[in-house]
């Protein structure tokens, strides 16, 4: 949503104020670094609350469940729990980085002297794209799972 605003702020900017499209391109893609950098951290603190938090409601799951076995239960709810919040770390590393090192690529592919290194852009453009996909990816699958849920309980 984002990348939309700012594609949409320099096509304003560039017909009503006549800037050229590769300050734009600077400003934007430095725009959007820190964007994704500022929000990396506060979503980092929130996926980091899940992860501590997992574990632990695995534990009181499995010693909860457990009636004889408490101790086997509650360590098997602890390692299950440790394992999603490894996962939900994995992906959130892998998504947020694609869209901050994509960015930054992009951003650093004008050199000094004005030419294009088309390295950093395709390569740039491409980890973006992906990271992209991965976000809404990521977005969709848990929206799905969650409409399926209201869907299902909304018939009884």
């Known amino acids: 949503m984002i990348v939309i605003l700012v594609l949409i702020w320099a096509v304003l900017a560039h017909f009503f104020w006549h800037t050229d499209w590769i300050s734009l391109f600077v400003s934007g893609t430095g725009f959007l670094f820190w964007w994704y950098i500022i929000f990396s951290v506060i979503m980092g603190v929130f996926v980091l609350f899940v992860a501590i938090l997992l574990p632990l409601l695995g534990l009181g799951a499995g010693v909860k469940i457990g009636k004889k076995h408490r101790l086997l ?34 951003h650093n592919s004008l050199g000094a002297d004005g030419n294009w290194d088309k390295q950093k852009l395709i390569i740039g453009g491409i980890i973006f794209l992906l990271g992209l996909i991965f976000s809404r ?6 929206s799905s799972a969650s409409s399926s849920r209201s869907l299902s309980t909304s018939r009884f």
């Open 73 to 106: 239960f509650g360590s098997l709810g602890a390692l299950a729990g440790g394992s999603l919040s490894l996962f939900v770390i994995a992906v959130f590393i892998v998504v947020r980085g694609c869209l901050i090192v994509g960015i930054y690529l992009l």
């Open 137 to 142: 990816a990521t977005k969709f699958s848990s």
